[in-house]
């Protein structure tokens, strides 16, 4: 396989980046992340992963508008590329093939 | 932004610092927003730990600043190549300046490696915390102490069971030979007579058996592997050796018990066999008695006691314990890990030993990289200065000061790196002499990695410290002055130079001073009149010879060429171990705590020895009685209190006898010690044999004495000591210390002459002109060369002022270690002095002169 391949917290990230569209950045993602999940994350992680997908070509980023709450600094605002939706949908098909054979859990 | 609770300032500041200037604005965004959130949430504790824990949570290369940071590589080669270029057309510069670095780190490594060495001794057995040796105080009344390193037999039983602080105690003789049979020839091994424990104490590891044997059966022995090397073969780990017997010479029977590891040569205890201490008290049965101070005793202490606790715990064991006899003699304990450095007692206190040396050296070895950095410090300065055209330039091309201190420091370490180097290359080149010298074995194993960084380290500092001085004076001076040469503009730069050079020959003349001193000491030493005669004279064992067959042996020997004459003794008369306080005469004290040496002799003994009688006779031969009598020397005389002492009844050892003789004092230990009292007896048993030579007839002496060893002794190898080679090697450590001076002496009157060469040369340059309009003006060679000189004999005068009070403290107290010494008088004071002075003048005068002759047009021309 010559493609990007990455991991389950990319994934997630990904997804995320993929579900909210608009004003994607680093709080933003971290205020998703922790409602969906559950879990706790600090702003540099995020930033590490963001950055790692964005080299990987899976994210692409331009500096957006400035808030009060900021101070006045801009945001990095990520986008989700084609790439990075190809590899999100290659994921679910293979997922989806492999639950397609997967036996019922009758103990469930 | 008007917020009331702002992040934290030092975090945020902090963020600011490193953050690359692209990243901050989302990294401090993103960081201010979440702050921002968790105010109202989370409350302001939390989120300002939050924020500060982030900020050194983004504290990673990937959002560092760059641009700053990163080294020019592009100026770095080219401060590089301008050094190399510098070095090439000063040759002469570079190559004293790195070889007088060289010099002394070269020096101060082979310091580091004998210092080294020398810790490493008696670290080697497990638990070594724990083992200890055990020493006497023994109190006079006169209230000298002497500390004794043996101790009495019974001794041990009673440490090892009645003291709690006591885990072990063994014992050993003070060492024994064992001469195996082993066709065609023999194996002589050096061990000792110990008791078992000595294995469980020092956890010696056994490679065959054990040595369980020892406790049981007398007649047992363990030897070492290399003793199982040479006895059996190299092949011996093949075979099952244990439960053989073990024949010496004498008949003797041993049953091997087993085969430890050999004892690591860092050791204070070495021993290739040990016969159990059981077999040397059936053979020696007076070796039980409680008044034979003649053993060494290891003990090892229970975990939770300490030494100090320990020893409060046994002090009192001889007294508590000794049946017979009420003695006081308090018992001491010494780290075995000590026993190397620390071997000196005075009045019952330890009072350091080998350790001084250690430290001598170890101050010296600084002081000579010191000299070595001032020096490169002081050269760097004074030729930088020759490059302000070049610096000036620079500057009128707009080099900013640091990028110009950077070029310097960058030569300056690159120098220090060429004197590592070159002194690696020495150390390798002269560590099998210094080895020689030192009387060391040690391998060039010491180049680890991390000896290598730490050198690479020390270097570095040396390089930037000694550069940096040069590196902001040439950069701090103004452009246009620098074009112009101007170089004495600076009149604290010369100062520190002139500080440097006298630093330097302080140093040095306290060095020759010193060398002097202990050179002088040694000297004394050799060649005092110890009031016996230890030229030409020949120590032998006596070996199977019996007193009768010892008669026989003499008569022939005496008819032999070469033999001037041949007595007889129980040891070295110059180096007397055995003493005691049994000695009664009438009228002694009961209270009176005095210990006398005891020598036993032939009746050829003091004339043989040149010993001087001062009142009676010597022994004879053919008065029996005299076997019973006794010759004493002044020291006792007074301290029995005799005025005539001759025909007075001393007894001792239960043997009643009369005083035949008083001799002058002479020395029977080392001239560290005072005279000591002695009583001289007829030797029932001697061991020693002295034969004294006819002068230069050595050799023929030595053929005569071998042949007649054949005859008597075929199964001895044939073995023996001039006398005045012994008493030599007592001061070992002395010659040593000496040799090492000297060298030490050599190197920094090298080092500080290059820094006076270095200053001179300096200065002439800056007066050529002066020089030239003197000479144009009439002046004369003689008042050119003292305008010249004057400035650094000051120089040499100041330093010899300080050195002075300096040098006499110091060996001052290296000597007082020495009963019989020399005087620090004002010769030697003079002699330092001296070739100090003498040294700067050779080393100015070349300069001095040749910028005198110069031809005072060429110098004027100059521009």
């Not at chain 2, 960081?31 to 730990?49: F, P, V």
């Not at chain 2, 006691?305 to 017979?324: K, L, M």
């Not at chain 2, 010690?673 to 007839?697: C, E, G």
Request: hydrophobic share 40%; with cysteine.
């Amino acid at each position: 396989m010559n493609e990007t391949s990455i991991g389950s917290l990319e994934e997630t990230i990904l997804l995320i980046v993929l579900v909210m569209q608009e004003d994607v950045y680093g709080v933003s993602v971290v205020e998703e992340y922790q409602s969906r999940t559950g879990k706790t994350i600090s702003i540099p992680a995020i930033h590490t992963v963001l950055k790692r997908l964005e080299q990987k070509g899976l994210v692409t980023s331009k500096m957006g508008g400035a808030t009060t709450e900021r101070g006045g600094r801009k945001k990095r605002i990520f986008e989700i590329t084609k790439a990075g939706y190809k590899i999100l949908a290659d994921l679910k098909a293979t997922r989806d093939d492999l639950w397609e054979m997967a036996p019922q859990f009758k103990t469930i | 932004m008007n917020n009331p609770t702002p992040p934290p300032k030092l975090a945020d500041r902090f963020l600011k610092w490193y953050c690359h200037e692209d990243l901050l604005d989302e990294i401090q965004g993103d960081l201010y927003e979440q702050y921002h959130n968790n105010l109202s949430t989370k409350g302001r504790r939390t989120a300002r730990q939050k924020f500060t824990l982030d900020v050194i949570r983004f504290f990673r290369p990937s959002s560092f600043k760059s641009t700053k940071l990163t080294v020019n590589t592009q100026i770095l080669s080219n401060y590089i190549k301008v050094a190399f270029r510098v070095f090439k057309k000063e040759k002469a510069y570079t190559f004293t300046n790195v070889f007088g670095l060289a010099l002394g780190i070269t020096c101060s490594l082979f310091i580091y490696l004998w210092v080294n060495d020398e810790l490493k001794y008696n670290q080697w057995p497990a638990g070594v915390d724990g083992i200890h040796y055990v020493l006497v105080n023994q109190i006079e009344s006169s209230g000298t102490i002497h500390t004794w390193r043996t101790t009495p037999q019974p001794l041990r039983e009673v440490l090892q069971d009645k003291y709690p602080a006591i885990e072990k105690a063994a014992i050993t003789n003070w060492g024994a030979t064992l001469i195996l049979k082993k066709d065609p020839d023999h194996v002589t091994l050096s061990g000792h007579y110990g008791s078992p424990e000595l294995f469980e104490i020092f956890s010696i590891p056994f490679i065959q058996g054990d040595h369980q044997l020892l406790y049981k059966q007398p007649e047992s022995i363990v030897i070492s592997e290399s003793a199982a090397t040479r006895y059996f073969g190299d092949d011996w780990r093949s075979k099952n050796l244990i439960g053989q017997s073990i024949t010496d010479k004498n008949s003797r029977t041993f049953t091997l018990s087993g085969i430890f590891e050999n004892i690591p040569k860092h050791s204070t205890l070495k021993f290739d066999f040990t016969i159990p201490f059981d077999y040397y008290v059936l053979i020696n049965p007076s070796q039980k008695h409680w008044g034979n101070y003649n053993h060494n005793m290891y003990v090892k202490l229970a975990p939770e006691y300490s030494t100090a606790s320990a020893n409060d715990n046994i002090r009192n064991a001889i007294s508590e314990n000794r049946p017979d006899q009420q003695e006081t003699a308090p018992l001491i304990l010494q780290p075995f890990s000590s026993l190397y450095l620390h071997n000196k007692y005075e009045q019952g206190q330890l009072s350091g030993g080998r350790i001084d040396y250690v430290r001598l050296l170890s101050i010296s070895a600084i002081l000579i990289l010191i000299l070595a950095g001032v020096n490169f410090m002081n050269l760097t300065t004074a030729k930088s200065a020759k490059r302000s055209k070049e610096t000036g330039i620079r500057k009128v091309m707009g080099a900013v000061k640091s990028s110009l201190r950077a070029q310097f420091l960058t030569e300056a370490i690159l120098m220090t790196l060429l004197a590592f180097i070159l002194s690696a290359f020495f150390t390798m080149t002269l560590l099998p002499y210094f080895n020689v010298l030192a009387g060391k074995e040690i391998d060039s194993d010491f180049f680890t990695p991390q000896f290598i960084l730490g050198s690479l380290g020390l270097i570095l500092s040396i390089g930037i410290i000694s550069g940096l001085y040069p590196a902001f004076y040439m950069a701090s001076l103004h452009p246009i002055l620098s074009l112009k040469g101007i170089m004495r503009a600076d009149r604290s730069n010369a100062l520190f130079r002139k500080g440097l050079v006298v630093f330097q020959f302080v140093i040095t003349i306290v060095m020759i001073f010193g060398s002097i001193t202990i050179y002088k000491q040694l000297q004394y030493v050799f060649s005092k009149n110890l009031g016996l005669d230890r030229e030409n004279v020949v120590k032998m064992g006596f070996g199977d010879l019996t007193p009768q067959t010892f008669e026989i042996y003499r008569e022939k020997l005496l008819k032999m060429p070469g033999i001037l004459g041949v007595a007889a003794s129980d040891g070295d008369p110059t180096n007397i171990g055995s003493s005691t306080s049994d000695p009664y005469w009438v009228g002694r004290d009961e209270k009176t705590e005095v210990y006398f040496s005891i020598l036993a002799v032939n009746s050829d003994f003091i004339p043989l020895m040149s010993i001087q009688l001062k009142e009676g006779r010597n022994f004879d031969r053919s008065i029996a009685s005299d076997s019973n009598n006794y010759i004493i020397n002044e020291v006792s005389a007074s301290i029995m209190g005799f005025d005539d002492p001759i025909g007075k009844d001393l007894e001792f050892w239960g043997q009643k006898g009369k005083i035949i003789g008083v001799t002058k004092n002479f020395h029977i230990q080392s001239l560290h010690a005072p005279y000591k009292p002695l009583i001289i007896r007829m030797d029932p048993q001697p061991s020693l044999m002295l034969i004294k030579t006819k002068p230069n007839m050595t050799q023929e002496a030595i053929a005569s004495m071998e042949t007649l060893h054949k005859e008597f002794q075929p199964d001895r190898t044939f073995d023996f000591t001039f006398m005045d080679k012994a008493y030599n090697d007592r001061y070992k450590s002395e010659l040593l210390v000496s040799q090492l001076t000297l060298y030490f002496t050599i190197v920094a009157i090298v080092i500080s002459c290059l820094g006076l060469l270095s200053l001179v040369s300096f200065n002439t340059e800056i007066k050529t002109k002066e020089i030239g309009i003197r000479k144009v003006m009439g002046a004369s060679m003689g008042s050119i060369l003292s305008l010249i000189g004057q400035e650094f004999l000051v120089l040499i005068i100041i330093a010899f002022v300080m050195a002075s009070p300096l040098a006499y403290f110091v060996m001052q107290d290296w000597l007082d270690q020495f009963a019989f010494r020399i005087d620090l008088d004002v010769s030697l004071f003079l002699l330092a002095g001296i070739s100090g002075f003498l040294l700067t003048l050779l080393t100015i005068g070349h300069h001095a002169i040749r910028a005198a002759l110069r031809n005072p047009a060429d110098a004027l021309r100059d521009e």
